[in-house]
């Protein structure tokens, strides 16, 4: 129970430090994550049964060769793929809005300094380090939570397309006797 006090403590630390724009780019990065985890989640648990089941519809169609099956296919890819990009297109804009978050709370931080030395001048050297901290943890935060997502961002579109390619290339056999297998990991 200590460690957790401990650990609270800590935290709020952390959040004086930081200023007002942390807790925006905490919460920003809270929703990051949660998006993240529910793409992960889709694409191991959900996909892959809604791949089987756009499969099982095109193979039991009598029908794969002509024009109109064509566009049946089209539709079961393109609907595929846009259950496959949701949401991505919002995780890489708050990769992208994280450090911006950062850098306005390094100019929040950066005013704090200044506003220090205007009223106090160089006499108050716990002011000024104050808002020299604000500036560097809400740039260190901005970009730690960027990068890290930036890198899930495009991991995720690499197993969308990747899904979706697999999808497409199964829906295309037209061999009634063949069994097509759906892999659901990249």
Known sequence: MEFLADYHEHFLNFLDRGGPV???IICTSVLMWLLIIERYWFFYREFPLRARAALAAWQARED?????AR????ELVGHASEELQKNLPLIRALVTVLPFL???G???GMITTFEVLRVF???NARGVTAGI???LFTTLAGLLTALSGLYFSVHLNRHAEYERQTLLDE???DDPAHVPTVRSHV
């Open 121 to 123: 001048g160089t006499d």
């Open 22 to 24: 942390i807790i925006t």
């Open 71 to 74: 566009r049946v296919r089209e």
């Open 171 to 173: 829906l295309v056999i």
């Open 133 to 135: 901290a604000e500036a």
């Open 102 to 104: 950062g850098l306005l």
């Open 64 to 68: 794969r060769r002509s024009w109109y």
């Open 106 to 108: 390094t100019v929040s």
